[in-house]
Every structure is written in C-alpha cells, then in structure tokens.
C-alpha cells in the first residue's frame, strides 16, 4: 500500500482513540469532583496537565475554571489535541482513506463529527456535557467494534491497530503519571482520607475499575493500581499489553526487522519497573521517560513506512 494511505490510517486511529480517551477522562473527572468534599486539591488543571496542554490553555486563559477547562479540551479548535479537533483530523483522514475500509466505517466516523459539531452548545451546562461525552464515547466504541468484526486482517488493519495501541499507551501513561500525585508523601490529610475513591477515579479514566477487581482481588492500592496498568498482558488499555500489540503487528509489516530491537528493549524496561520500590519522584521520571520512548517510536514508524510518500507522489508524476 502507499505510504501516503498507510499514513492517514495510522493518524485516523490515534486521533479517534484520543478522542475516545479525552472523552472517557473527562467524564471521569466530572463525576469524581462534583463527589470529592471540597478542600481535596484536585481539580480541572489536572486535565490540562494530563493532556499535555497546560501551557497552550495559558496563552488563552487565566483561570482554569470548569467552563474554560472543559471548552478548551472539548470544542476549541485552536487547541489541537481538543476533542472537536481530534474528532476532525480523523474524519479527514478516513474521509480520504475510504476505499481501504467498509463503507460504514466512514458513515460512523462523519456522524459522530455531525453530532459533535451540531451539539457544542450542551457543553455549556453538566448534564448536557455528561450527555455529549456519552454519546461520544459510544460512537467510538462502536467504530472500533465495526472495524474488529468487519475488516480483514491486512497492513491497513495493521497500521490502524498500531495508531490505536501507540495513542492509548501513551495515555495510560499520562494517566498514571498524575497517580504519582496521589503516592507524594507531602499529600494532605484530605487526599489520604479519600485515596481510594482518587484511585477508583484512575481506573474508571480507563475503563479499568471491573477487570483491577477480576484481575487484582485485592483492595483497591495506588502501587496494585499502577502496576496493573503497566504490566497486566490481559487488558487491552495496561501499557504492556499496547506494546504487545504494536509488536505483533509490526512483525507483519515488511521491512520492519530495524525495529524489533526497540520493540524488545521498551517491553523489556516496562517489565524491569518496580513499583513498589519506585518513590513517586523516581516514577514520574520513568514515565516522563516511558513518555519519550513511545515518541521515539513514532518517529520510527514514521520514519519506516510514511515519510517516503512525498518520493512516491514524484514517482508517480513521472
């Protein structure tokens, strides 16, 4: 396949999967703010945090309020990691991809677009908002469905399932990352008062809350919580179980055996962490550092399959 279509397939599954994670992480919040007493200092700065935006939402705002956090990572198109945005790129990409998928796959994604862009005004009150988040999160759900019972397996299933799993690994990192807030052992008294329901919380931002109790069957703990969401091969959303998948994947590509070597090495370091025996300094910098390598990998995929199509168009032409 041309590395052009290899491309938007790639993106088109990133884009849906942050808009599903953007979408899921923000209800999350939602209902655990509206339940925390007040005084536990958590709020909605931590999402700008956690999405990588803090900075851009500055340039804008000066008070990261609930109406100013939640538009900005939802509606505002200047940011491009909002979920409007996020939910645009991937209706271009499949829209100029659509003969290497099922029909209904673009018809999914150009409603969902259509329903987003036609309901921005529910954002503006809480229940419209947690209304349009569910909505959301189920028409990515069920894109996602279509395509596993729909698709065959082939590259451009391949590079949409490597788009998929390199953008929830990076969340689920993100995500844990803002748990090490929760280990600091400067946490006031409040927090530790209600650190179960805060961990409940970093489990339902990924869906994870049914399978911790399937898989753990312990009381729920930040460094059980944690380790679960890095190491556990079974769930689909555990940073392990993402690089599993690339990995698969990648073996099937052709002309992929340069990158074996760093596909082993980053399941090997997941691997070799330690929760238990990692302060939570010394965790936010492996996952800063975890952070980084999936970045690396990117510019390898990209740098393997996608940047020759500017030689392909060229070659084309002549």
């Not at 082939?154 to 689920?172: Q, V």
């Not at 679960?228 to 689909?236: A, G, R, S, V, W």
Request: overall charge neutral.
């Amino acid at each position: 396949m041309l590395s052009r279509s290899a491309e938007r397939l790639y993106w088109m599954a990133r884009y849906l999967e942050r808009t599903e994670n953007t979408a899921r992480l923000i209800s999350a919040t939602m209902h655990l703010i509206y339940d925390l007493p007040y005084g536990v200092e958590l709020g909605w700065r931590n999402l700008l945090n956690i999405c990588g935006v803090e900075e851009a939402f500055y340039q804008r705002f000066k008070n990261p309020s609930e109406q100013n956090t939640t538009r900005f990572l939802l509606a505002d198109m200047s940011n491009p990691g909002s979920l409007l945005a996020s939910l645009s790129f991937a209706r271009e990409n499949i829209r100029t991809s659509r003969e290497l998928m099922p029909d209904e796959a673009w018809q999914q994604v150009n409603e969902m677009y259509l329903y987003a862009n036609n309901n921005l005004d529910s954002l503006s009150n809480r229940r419209g908002r947690a209304l349009f988040l569910q909505e959301i999160m189920a028409g990515c759900q069920r894109f996602t469905g279509f395509m596993a019972g729909s698709m065959s397996s082939s590259d451009s299933a391949r590079f949409i399932c490597i788009g998929r799993n390199l953008e929830r690994a990076d969340m689920t990192s993100r995500i844990m990352d803002f748990g090490t807030v929760l280990l600091a052992e400067n946490r006031s008294t409040k927090m530790r008062e209600y650190e179960t329901i805060l961990w409940i919380n970093v489990l339902k931002s990924l869906s994870a809350v049914l399978m911790y109790r399937k898989h753990v069957r312990n009381r729920i703990k930040g460094e059980d919580v944690l380790n679960y969401l890095l190491k556990n091969p079974d769930f689909p959303r555990a940073v392990l179980h993402c690089i599993e998948e690339i990995t698969h994947c990648i073996k099937r590509l052709p002309h992929a055996v340069e990158l074996f070597p760093q596909l082993e090495q980053l399941e090997q370091q997941v691997l070799a962490i330690e929760i238990k025996q990692t302060t939570p300094e010394q965790l936010h910098q492996v996952l800063d550092g975890l952070q980084a390598k999936f970045d690396d990998l990117h510019q390898q995929i990209a740098a393997m399959w996608f940047l020759n199509s500017l030689g392909e168009a060229e070659a084309e032409k002549n």
